[in-house]
């Protein structure tokens, strides 16, 4: 992998992700992306509380909601790799009053038929409490037949975390703190959150709605669903995760067992993803990535991984909704960090410095940035920017021209710099349009009273 490429790439992810999080007016941000052990950036966007006005910091807590499924997995797999439980075994032959005739994969894979989150699941509106380990028991029952579709179960992982204590002989959240978390040093990361971590806990927002206001939303004990979404983490540490899960990393797993886990199983109805053995399996880009999302009441998250390439981008966001999603604004990443590492390792001759930044016109945004060799302008309004990326070649220090673009474009045409005596860049016009950088058109804009053609 050509890490100056990558650097390359992330510089720009930052810009995009900076936009992506204000044009869809998420309240709070957190950011990370990580090569091999080396984290590249690390950053927050926005407030971690609204009214106090937080600024949110990579050090803040998320709760990561069904990541949890990834660690829940991961114990059962050490627990297969010492002989303490089968992947095949019924879950019945260690939870005697289950009457399902499901097996631990088939819980593992979605595939076991059993209900989502039970007849009454109003503990996602935080009107209820989550179910204790004597509600589980009560509302676990399978609803299809084992192995016939993939159903996603809140309710099936639940009912994981039972088959851990029996098999290991400890209470869940003791067992994954002690084999997953400690080992890892993941110092910010635990299956349930507790009182001693509430300053750093973000806060929690309602998701948009035309004409309501965010309201925070409190935090709540998951009890015995901990084990499919109770964990809480930092972006840092989920990378700490993602990287024991790479291929020739020792720290937890076998190779063998993590070949297991991340074969795409069972294609996701309606959803462009495989799942595994707790993790969804994606193709983005070029790349294969394996992952989870996690969505909690004021907090959606995505962690997506390549094992072979070495690369996890964790993306948090402090709200929940269509437009609070942090699957999109990571898998966006992803595509310009693979986009980015396709673009050629040619040396370049000039500085990006002199032709890179956001530029801005009644018409638009157009962010122009340089991965390696190559010039382009992307619409950074766009959730896959790369898909109509315009490419440009210098002519001299002072112009561009528009090589490869849509037809709707202006190919052929030219990108004019203009600058200010100390070199800075005041203006450019983009196939005939004037754009000002962003901060000084910000100015600008606020200082009009309407916006008409100048006698």
């Not at 309240?27 to 600024?55: C, R």
């Not at 795409?264 to 959803?271: I, L």
Request: aromatic share 8%.
């Amino acid at each position: 992998m050509n890490t100056q490429l990558l650097r390359d790439g992330v510089a720009y992810a930052d810009l995009w992700l900076a936009h992506q999080r204000a044009q869809r007016e998420v309240p709070g941000t957190v950011l990370a992306i990580q090569h091999d052990s080396e984290i590249m950036l690390s950053k927050g966007y926005g407030w971690a509380n609204i009214e106090q006005q937080a600024q949110i910091t990579p050090r803040h807590i998320f709760r990561i909601a069904s990541h949890s499924k990834t660690f829940t997995a991961t114990a059962v797999m050490l627990l297969v790799e010492r002989g303490q439980l089968r992947l095949d075994d019924r879950a019945s032959h260690y939870l005697d009053w289950l009457d399902a005739p499901v097996t631990i994969r088939q819980l593992l894979n979605h595939v076991g038929g059993i209900t989502r989150d039970g007849l009454e699941s109003d503990f996602w509106q935080l009107e209820r409490k989550f179910p204790d380990v004597a509600e589980l028991q009560r509302i676990a029952h399978g609803v299809l037949e084992p192995n016939t579709q993939f159903k996603y179960s809140n309710i099936g992982f639940g009912l994981l975390g039972q088959v851990i204590e029996r098999a290991s002989g400890q209470p869940y959240n003791a067992f994954v703190k002690a084999e997953i978390v400690d080992r890892l040093r993941l110092v910010d990361t635990g299956p349930e959150t507790h009182p001693g971590m509430t300053n750093r806990l973000v806060t929690g927002y309602t998701p948009y709605r035309p004409g309501l206001p965010r309201l925070p939303i409190a935090d709540t004990d998951t009890r015995a669903l901990s084990s499919a979404t109770g964990f809480y983490s930092t972006a840092e540490d989920l990378c700490r995760f993602g990287r024991a899960h790479y291929f020739g990393n020792a720290e937890l797993l076998t190779d063998a067992s993590k070949r297991e886990m991340q074969q795409p199983y069972w294609t996701v109805p309606e959803a462009d993803q495989s799942y595994g053995l707790g993790f969804a399996v994606h193709t983005i880009g070029k790349g294969r990535m394996i992952g989870h999302g996690g969505g909690f009441p004021g907090h959606s998250t995505t962690t997506l991984i390549d094992p072979d390439a070495r690369l996890v981008v964790v993306v948090l966001n402090n709200t929940h909704g269509t437009v609070g999603l942090a699957s999109p604004l990571a898998v966006g990443i992803v595509k310009i960090l693979d986009f980015a590492l396709s673009s050629g390792d040619e040396p370049r001759h000039w500085s990006p410095e002199r032709y890179a930044g956001r530029f801005m016109n009644l018409g638009g945004i157009t962010d122009i940035a340089c991965f390696g060799s190559k010039i382009l302008a992307f619409n950074p309004d766009e959730a896959d920017p790369t898909a109509h990326a315009t490419e440009l070649e210098v002519v001299d220090a002072d112009t561009l021209s528009i090589a490869r673009t849509s037809g709707y474009g202006s190919p052929g045409e030219t990108v004019r710099y203009e600058r200010t005596p100390d070199g800075a860049i005041s203006a450019l016009r983009f196939g005939g349009a004037r754009c000002l950088p962003s901060t000084v058109y910000e100015t600008y804009f606020r200082g009009l009273s309407q916006v008409a053609v100048t006698p």
